[in-house]
């Protein structure tokens, strides 16, 4: 079975750089046709997508988050990484990352909460 983990700092003051990890368990991030994504929830909105990067290490981002976002691999350690630059308290949200088989999201994590705070 595919198991996500997401991990990093649950504050972030405003104007640093966000840096969150997937670990990957039960599968290879090579895996061909898999993708793997980035998504984001806060109060009074829905599930925003943020970025995926791909099993051949294609990326691509939200228009509205793409000049502060960058999605890598490591495939030594299995996991993927976000960095999201110049936060501010509009990026409070629950972060999860996710698998994709074409255009279903099968698994995810559990999530991690991000609060942008002084």
């Known amino acids: 079975q595919v198991q996500l983990q997401e991990s990093g700092p649950g504050l972030v003051k405003p104007s640093q750089t966000l840096s969150l990890t997937c670990t990957v368990s039960?599968?290879?991030?090579?895996?061909?046709?898999?993708?793997w994504s980035w998504i984001r929830q806060s109060p009074g909105k829905g599930l925003e997508w943020m970025g995926v990067?791909?099993?051949?290490?294609?990326?691509d981002y939200s228009p509205s988050l793409k000049s502060r976002s960058s999605i890598s691999m490591d495939t030594f350690r299995n996991q993927f990484s976000l960095q999201l630059s110049s936060v501010t308290p509009d990026d409070t949200a629950v972060y999860y990352c996710?698998?994709?088989?074409?255009?279903?999201?099968?698994?995810w994590g559990q999530g991690i909460q991000v609060t942008v705070s002084s």
């Open positions: 990067i791909n099993f051949d290490g294609r990326s």
């Open positions: 996710v698998r994709a088989l074409l255009s279903e999201y099968e698994y």
């Open positions: 039960g599968d290879s991030i090579m895996t061909s046709n898999y993708a």
